[in-house]
């Protein structure tokens, strides 16, 4: 069975969220089940990763977008070194850039870079079993393989799609229907949803089935999808939830390579208190209290505009008794707002912007995760915590709900209901409660390293679904 995962996001490539890191694990572990062939195909970027690797040019065309005609090149990975084929589209102007979003002509760009996809397979009479879309901007893919006669040659080839995070839809006025590829105009309330073209709607729609990064996620958007609720239940029929595993070669605490000092579960205590001091030391944190951490985008989704408010009132309530550290960007309130904390308190550490090693130091160290997330499809962080024996405090929501039992149930974490400071205060008090209880916390540790989040089960679910 020979699967093209279709993305914007791929780790190690390039890396904004969550997305990134599913995509660069589960074809490597989907490659590892029996006559599975499972490849990625994503956006050229201008990052370390293509001029570090040796790459061989295996197409070279041109399409039309509106009245503009662009040159596509699709450049593939020499060596595998991922554990998958790596097939990248390069469009100049357009697939050539720093950063997978943030611009303003982003429309435009996933277009171009899902007809560019398509030109090629189409091109070179290359049919997959399975064209796997993930997210919006590769969302017009399974409306397009089915009424685009440029690309009949992929006609009925089977599609799934998954939905990371549905509070992006990738909505455009109609306007831009003059750039998508010809299509049959009898279809097109595919694209549509209340007058715009919706790019998770026509997925949601087209696509041969439909998945979510967790179950407790895909129950949550019958009620609650930002205005996708009645579709999503009336395709019910082809929605699936699996959650997201962690690739275990990379979130490996005793071989991390980012790591000053690696453990596994016999020596984690003492290796984890090393660690404590060292990264304490380095920020100006006391290594004798216990070590809360936040990691990630600041969005309101993330529950990030909840954090000064955070930091303030813990500090204040525990008269100091405790530090917290917070590495993430995104919302510049919330950054400058930090800043000012970050001089007021000593007990308090800020790193802004997105820092793959400090990441891993941070899970190796703290004592606790903060993630207060108001929507949280799936969530890696509190997986990424565990395996690094930190004790998760989460919000009871999507995925957190279905990785993350409360300790007063015999769980792993500590779980809080409303996305509000006074329960974030509250479930930190609980934790300060049992940092105290030494053999409960040194027992909670070793139980949480031993928790199983590998990708195997996950992709074999996949495979389940692609057969289907």
Known sequence: MIIYHLSTECYPVAKVGGL????????????????????????????????????????????????????????????????????MVKIPGLLDRDNPYGYQDENFQFIAFQHGVLHWLSAMEIRPDIL??????????????????????????KTVGTIHNGEYQGMMSWEMARYLPAFDQYK????????????????????????????????????SFRGLESLVRDEFGKAYGIINGID????????DPMLD??????????????????????????????????????????????????VWRSIKQSYGALNIMILGSGN????????????????????????????HKIYASADFLLMPSRVEPCGLNQMYSMRYGTVPIVRYTGGL?????????????????????????????????LYNQKDMM????????????AWEKSAEKYIALYKN
């Open 20 to 87: 990134a890191d599913v995509v660069g694990a589960l074809p490597k572990y989907q490659n590892k089940i029996k006559d599975i062939d499972a490849k990625v195909v994503m956006p050229w970027y201008n990052k370390s990763f293509v001029y570090d690797h040796e790459f061989d040019t295996v197409f070279d065309g041109f399409i039309h977008q509106g009245g503009n005609m662009l040159q596509v090149q699709v450049l593939k990975e020499k060596s595998n070194v991922l554990g998958f084929e790596l097939y």
């Open 132 to 157: 796997h879309c993930h997210d919006y901007h590769t969302g017009l893919v399974p409306f397009m393989i089915e009424y685009c006669p440029e690309f009949s040659f992929l006609k009925g080839v």
């Open 188 to 223: 097109w309330g595919l694209l549509d949803w209340n007058g715009l073209i919706n790019p998770l709607a026509s997925m949601i729609k087209c696509a041969s089935a439909f998945t979510t990064v967790s179950q407790g996620y895909l129950e949550e958007l019958y009620v």
């Open 248 to 255: 275990t070669e990379v979130w490996n605490p005793e071989t």
């Open 261 to 310: 000092f690696n453990f596994n579960v016999k020596n984690a205590v003492e290796q984890k208190r090393k660690s404590k001091e060292k990264l304490c030391k380095e920020y100006g944190l006391k290594p004798e209290l216990p070590f809360f951490a936040f990691i990630g985008r600041f969005a309101t989704e993330k529950g990030a505009d909840l954090l000064p408010d955070i």
């Open 332 to 359: 510049t309130y919330i950054e400058n707002k930090l800043k000012e904390y970050d001089y007021t308190y000593t007990n308090f550490a800020l790193d802004l912007g997105y820092k793959e090693h400090l990441s």
């Open 401 to 433: 709900r279905d990785t993350v039992a409360d300790i007063s149930t015999g769980g792993a974490g500590i779980n809080f209901t409303y996305p509000g400071v006074d329960d974030v205060i509250h479930a930190m008090n609980r934790a300060l409660m």
């Open 442 to 453: 040194e027992n909670l540790i070793h139980a949480n390293m031993n928790f199983d989040f």
